[in-house]
């Protein structure tokens, strides 16, 4: 490679299989697995560095320049909008987004018929935008966490946030009555990087789509 990137990962269980893709393509970052104190760190071929952040901060990060690309989810990047080039589906990190309810209102329930609900979630232009599309009102209560509360303590009738297993839902006595969309990592470019940088950026993102079928990212 002749320019060092920087690159955003991140944190939590997507930093992992984000770390195996770009090691893949030649830019290891392995030690951000076992330090989690640092913020960042430089490939061991001194050709890139990275920075860890939290998911919903990387599109800022990659959109303003800071970091030329990154690793984001798919929920981040559709609820924020932010202007950057997506040019890989990264297949791994997959999670759904749900509307969810409590299991007895789901017994008498019929989503069908909604016609104005409130909703607790930290998604809300998602949330919005799936809404109006059925031409359903909706009043949002916005979260930042513990979104299975809402309804235990009538904040809300339902919410939408992302399910893995469902094993949370169903330990809060909630059920799934309706999925928004599919959530998976993705790949983010700053668009003006790969103007400037095109010979590198290029090469990173054809090198990814050729070894991603082959490599176990979990």
């Known amino acids: 490679m002749s320019a060092q990137i920087t690159v955003a990962l991140p944190k939590g269980r997507n930093l992992k ?68 080039f997506e040019p890989l589906d990264l297949k791994f990190g997959y999670c759904r987004m749900m509307v969810a309810e409590p299991k007895e209102l789901s017994e008498k329930d019929n ?51 992302l399910v893995s297993t469902g094993e949370t839902l169903r330990m809060n006595g909630l059920v799934e009555v309706e999925k928004i969309m599919d959530i998976t990592a993705r790949l983010v470019v700053n668009r003006a990087s790969l103007k400037t940088r095109h010979e590198v950026m290029s090469r990173i993102i054809r090198e990814m789509d050729a070894v991603l079928p082959s490599l176990n990212l979990s």
């Open 17 to 84: 299989p984000a770390v195996q893709l770009f090691a893949a393509v030649g830019l290891d970052f392995t030690e951000a697995l076992s330090d989690s104190r640092r913020l960042i760190f430089t490939a061991k071929s001194g050709m890139g560095k990275a920075i860890v952040v939290r998911d919903t901060d990387i599109p800022t990060y990659v959109e303003n320049g800071a970091a030329d690309m990154g690793v984001s989810g798919s929920d981040v990047l559709t609820e924020q909008g932010k202007d950057m």
């Open 111 to 161: 989503p069908k018929e909604w016609t104005h609900i409130r909703v607790a979630t930290k998604f809300p232009n998602i949330t919005e935008a799936h809404f109006a599309g059925r031409g359903v009102q909706i009043e949002i209560v916005k979260l930042y966490g513990s979104i299975e509360l809402a309804p235990l303590v009538g904040l809300s009738e339902r919410i939408v946030d």
